[in-house]
């Protein structure tokens, strides 16, 4: 079965332009994240979804940061527009219901913005 | 969520075993200790996951004390391949809660 699927794995983008990410969870997963890491760093959680609903999206800088998923499924994460401070790998991971414990996570698209 | 704190690195060579410990001193009845590995250009992978005294897998150990305010990971044998930064989180199990990521601790296994 194919793990956590993230697309694109690299992406390199001017600065105040627009970028999107996305992320396939393993199937029957209903608990999704997306974490933004910096180098040296360890993943910094951005939002969680259960199904389709953001339960916790805290974290997420709303005023360039937006994300979705629609029919709890695949996910999106999009930064518009995206600013130097942005460059980063952002990682997605997808766990199971209340009988999982162990989350999965896709190998992260590395952004850079120049 | 309780706040965990490891040491920001290790070194040690082929075929030692290697323990990590984690700090974790205002956890929760309900909490879980869990451990992921990450190399580099790589997400986080599961590693370990207990709540109290030894938890072994093919992998690693867990050990966590009867007042689970640390949690030390033992590695047998490691390898070059163990090469990795080790992340310690502590949380509740199952889909209920983040899962928040200190800065780890990065193992350098040399030959």
């Known amino acids: 079965e194919a793990g956590v699927v993230q697309s694109p794995r690299y992406k390199i983008i001017e600065k105040k332009q627009p970028v999107a990410f996305w992320c396939n969870p393993i199937?029957?997963?209903?608990?999704l994240y997306w974490y933004l890491q910096n180098l040296g760093q360890g993943p910094e959680l951005l939002i969680r979804?259960?199904?389709?609903?953001?339960?916790?999206d805290s974290q997420l800088p709303k005023d360039r940061f937006s994300a979705e998923r629609l029919k709890g499924v695949d996910s999106t994460l999009k930064i518009q527009p995206a600013e130097l401070g942005d460059s980063a790998v952002y990682l997605c991971?997808?766990?199971?219901?209340?009988?999982?414990?162990?989350?999965?996570f896709g190998q992260g698209t590395r952004l850079t913005v120049v | 969520l309780a706040k965990t704190t490891q040491p920001i690195s290790m070194d040690s060579y082929e075929g030692q075993e290697v323990n990590i410990t984690c700090s974790h001193n205002?956890?929760?009845?309900?909490?879980?200790i869990t451990w992921y590995q990450q190399f580099p250009s790589q997400g986080p992978r599961f590693i370990i996951q207990?709540?109290?005294t030894k938890v072994t897998n093919e992998v690693a150990s867990l050990f966590i004390p009867a007042d689970r305010k640390s949690s030390t990971l033992s590695l047998p044998r490691v390898s070059l391949s163990d090469t990795a930064v080790y992340y310690c989180?502590?949380?509740?199990?199952?889909?209920?809660?983040?899962?928040?990521f200190g800065k780890g601790t990065k193992l350098s296994v040399k030959p």
């Open positions: 991971a997808s766990r199971q219901g209340p009988e999982g414990t162990e989350a999965f």
């Open positions: 199937s029957g997963h209903n608990t």
């Open positions: 979804y259960e199904n389709e609903e953001a339960v916790d």
């Open positions: 205002n956890i929760a009845t309900n909490d879980y």
């Open positions: 207990g709540y109290k």
């Open positions: 989180l502590v949380g509740g199990a199952g889909s209920q809660g983040n899962l928040i």
